[in-house]
């Protein structure tokens, strides 16, 4: 069945440092991509999306490009602050109901 | 955006009683709604999916009778954990979605701590 890997956390940074977390999916089909975001205490929101190869999700200096070839969706942003840590998931959708998550990566940025 | 709230955030009960908890869709019609569980540490377990006014559609492994879900209306469906035990203890997460919409948008969860 369809599922999503995601790099092992915690993933410690100062801030304004440079922030990749990998991704990689396993599908079936052409899913669709997802970055949800979960900070402390609440639930989950989502970051960004990318439905075909070559989209580019960005949202609050977070970007992720839907690559085909290598089947995945890696989270960067250029200059991560204190408030971006969280939990952060990646997910796929395979247009029906379902949406299947990776693990989580922890993401802790200290000043 | 679309919003979806969870009531109550954290409950505790003790062993053997039934809780409820809602999830509603305050800016939307919610033809369908998602329940997870996710336990500490780990990520979200789809439990069950359902359809307003059809029965929910139980993940493998989970036991409805356990789990009850109401999806009455377009946005509000309710998650009965009936006669709970100290494992249930959980974080519960719904999220939900418009018809023609791939995108589910999740509510901010409810602890749930039986004792």
């Known amino acids: 069945g369809d599922s999503v890997t995601q790099m092992e956390g915690p993933v410690t940074l100062s801030e304004e440092a440079f922030l990749t977390i990998n991704c990689t999916y396993t599908?079936?089909?052409?899913?669709?991509l997802f970055w949800y975001v979960q900070y402390p205490g609440e639930g989950l929101q989502l970051l960004l999306k990318?439905?075909?190869?070559?989209d580019k999700g960005s949202n609050k200096g977070f970007e992720a490009t839907y690559r085909k070839e290598t089947t995945s969706f890696h989270l960067e942003k250029g200059s991560v602050q204190v408030s971006d840590s969280a939990v952060y998931f990646c997910?796929?959708?395979?247009?029906?109901?379902?949406?299947?998550f990776g693990a989580g990566t922890i993401l802790r940025v200290k000043s | 955006g679309a919003v979806v709230s969870q009531h109550p955030s954290r409950v505790i009960c003790k062993s053997g009683t039934s809780v409820k908890i809602e999830c509603r869709s305050l800016?939307?019609?919610?033809?369908?709604m998602f329940w997870y569980r996710q336990f500490p540490k780990k990520s979200l377990m789809l439990m069950a999916t359902s359809n307003e006014g059809s029965k929910a559609t139980y993940e493998q492994g989970v036991e409805k009778d356990k789990f009850l879900i109401n999806h009455a209306s377009l946005t509000l469906s309710t998650l009965t954990v009936t006669s709970a035990h100290p494992e249930d203890s959980s974080f519960y997460i719904c999220?939900?979605?418009?018809?023609?919409?791939?995108?589910?948008?999740f509510g901010p969860g409810t602890r749930l701590l039986v004792l």
């Open positions: 800016d939307f019609q919610a033809t369908t």
């Open positions: 997910a796929l959708s395979d247009g029906g109901n379902k949406l299947v």
């Open positions: 990318a439905t075909k190869a070559d």
């Open positions: 999220s939900a979605r418009e018809a023609g919409v791939e995108t589910q948008y």
């Open positions: 599908a079936t089909g052409y899913p669709s």
